[in-house]
Nanobody, 115 residues
Framework: QVHLVESGGGLVQSGGSLRLACVAS????????LGWYRQAPGKQRELVAT???????HYADFVKGRFTISRDIAKNAIFLQMNSLKPEDTADYYC?????????WGQGTQVTVSS
């Protein structure tokens, strides 16, 4: 299993930017894939972006061109750079890791975008 700790959430105005970070308890190259999900109040959790061991990335259509997922292998961390934020991006953002077929989740970090 992988222990994940997120940080970087907060309150930002519409059009602003935030950078989320997630530090993993295992070496990134030992993890099949990591990613970000989000869950808005009253809605289901949804995929935002993923990055796999080979550094291939995948994005949900609603964040393409605005969000960028990246990693720092030396820090065992992944990041989510969020630009051009919209009120509808308001949600709790969760880091996830697929390690040896087991999926782990972080505790989440709250992002609030004001209009």
């Amino acid at each position: 299993q992988v222990h994940l700790v997120e940080s970087g959430g907060g309150l930002v105005q519409s059009g602003g930017s935030l950078r989320l970070a997630c530090v993993a308890s295992r070496m990134l190259l030992s993890i099949h894939a990591l990613g970000w999900y989000r869950q808005a109040p009253g809605k289901q959790r949804e995929l935002v972006a993923t990055i796999n061991k080979g550094a291939s990335t995948h994005y949900a259509d609603f964040v393409k061109g605005r969000f960028t997922i990246s990693r720092d292998i030396a820090k065992n961390a992944i990041f989510l750079q969020m630009n051009s934020l919209k009120p509808e991006d308001t949600a709790d953002y969760y880091c996830t890791a697929d390690y040896d077929g087991l999926v782990s989740w972080g505790q989440g970090t709250q992002v609030t975008v004001s209009s």
